[in-house]
């Protein structure tokens, strides 16, 4: 799933299924990006103490 997807459906959609569906959306992206800085973040710590315990 990307952001695309997450746009073609909320383009494809009317009324008010239209506004649930685009909140829905959001939280989907939302907690993706989260879930990816989360990522990042605890990988570089990672590679930042493996580098550590080779001095």
């Given at each position: ?25 959001f939280v ?28």
């Amino acid at each position: 799933m990307d952001r695309g997807n997450i746009g073609n459906v909320d383009t494809a959609s009317v009324g008010k299924a239209w506004v649930s569906l685009r909140s829905q959306s959001f939280v989907a992206v939302l907690g993706h990006y989260i879930a990816h800085i989360c990522f990042q973040f605890f990988r570089e710590l990672d590679a930042l103490f493996r580098k550590m315990d080779d001095y």
